[in-house]
């Protein structure tokens, strides 16, 4: 959908990154509140940045979910700067959450797990591969209803991909061996990988990997098998506990066939607990009290280390061996 940039009021700036600058706005013909989203003077002269914008214009538009971020199209401004307009959250993220209490009840953790599965198998659904799923890019409302944003390094997979191949692309807390590795071919057994990281965390209070380095971490995702749920959260049925560890195979294939089945196994176990509104209010609460505490915009910069910033520390390291042996072998 074509949007006229004048049609749009903006306000304060609620988010910058490295590419795009986001405003709160409102929508003059009808008054709504909206986020727009607007690329940066200094990137758009880079091809390859403005084609990512564009690409993540264009998934946006294949999706309509109840648990993904709006899209309402987007357009140029006046001096030629691509945007594009989004839903505006009311309340903040999934980091923000674990920030304040540090880790969920297992009640929680399906209750935003369903939904987070909901967005995923939609997405899947349409070829769409996330890439880059962590609690920052999991926005929650004052309600509890959960929206999954950040399509940014996100895979078409009816699409050319414009990330170069063995190019290491997603956030190396929650990334797949198979990002690690840079395969070639990544499909939605990435995202689900990704997910059971995020459970994990949810679940515990941290990820299952955490080396001193993201080089030390990817060995880790590699190689290495997290500490069993039941060591750390006894309390948390089996079931669940079976299913996130499964998500953590090193081998696709031996994960979850998709997120579909994965919500299946959480809707069953949400039927064994008293689903009351005591509860309800409690985790309305704790939503409360983590967004309240920290009024850092849900809109806020991306603290976690790039793949570009990836690339570089991995050349300057691989110069610095050659320089070494150089020196040693004059």
Excluded at 12 to 36: C, H, K, L, S
Excluded at 206 to 222: A, C, R
Aim: proline letters at 5%.
């Amino acid at each position: 959908m074509k949007r006229k940039f004048s049609d749009f009021e903006l306000g304060d700036v609620i988010g910058t990154g490295t590419v795009g600058t986001i405003y709160r706005a409102t929508e003059i013909p009808t008054g709504e509140i909206r986020a727009v989203k607007v690329l940066q003077h200094g990137v758009s002269q880079d091809k390859n940045i403005v084609s990512r914008f564009e690409r993540e214009m264009l998934i946006l538009s294949k999706l309509n979910h109840p648990n993904i971020v709006s899209y309402y199209g987007g357009g140029r401004t006046d001096d030629g700067q691509l945007f594009y307009v989004m839903e505006l959250i009311e309340g903040g993220t999934l980091k923000q959450l674990l920030q304040a209490h540090h880790r969920l009840s297992w009640h929680e953790t399906i209750n935003y797990g369903i939904q987070i599965c909901s967005a995923l198998q939609h997405a899947h659904n349409h070829g769409i591969v996330h890439r880059d799923l962590k609690p920052a890019n999991l926005f929650l409302t004052y309600e509890g209803q959960l929206k999954l944003g950040d399509f940014g390094i996100a895979l078409d997979t009816g699409e050319s991909d414009l990330t170069a191949s063995g190019m290491t692309v997603g956030s190396w807390l929650y990334m797949s061996p198979e990002q690690i590795r840079g395969e070639e071919i990544i499909t939605g057994q990435a995202d689900l990988y990704s997910l059971g990281c995020l459970f994990y965390e949810m679940l515990t209070g941290n990820p299952p990997f955490q080396g001193t380095s993201f080089p030390v971490i990817f060995e880790q995702h590699l190689k290495e098998t997290p500490v069993p749920l039941h060591l750390t959260v006894p309390e948390t049925p089996k079931s669940l506990q079976d299913v996130v560890l499964q998500q953590l195979n090193k081998s696709p294939q031996q994960r979850p066939f998709n997120a579909r089945m994965i919500q299946g196994i959480m809707s069953e176990l949400k039927l064994d607990w008293e689903d009351d509104e005591h509860r309800y209010q409690k985790e309305l609460s704790r939503l409360k009290v983590a967004f309240d505490a920290d009024p850092y915009t849900v809109y806020g910069p991306n603290r976690d280390i790039s793949w570009k910033t990836l690339t570089l520390w991995f050349a300057i390291l691989a110069m610095g061996i050659t320089i070494l042996a150089l020196l040693q072998n004059p």
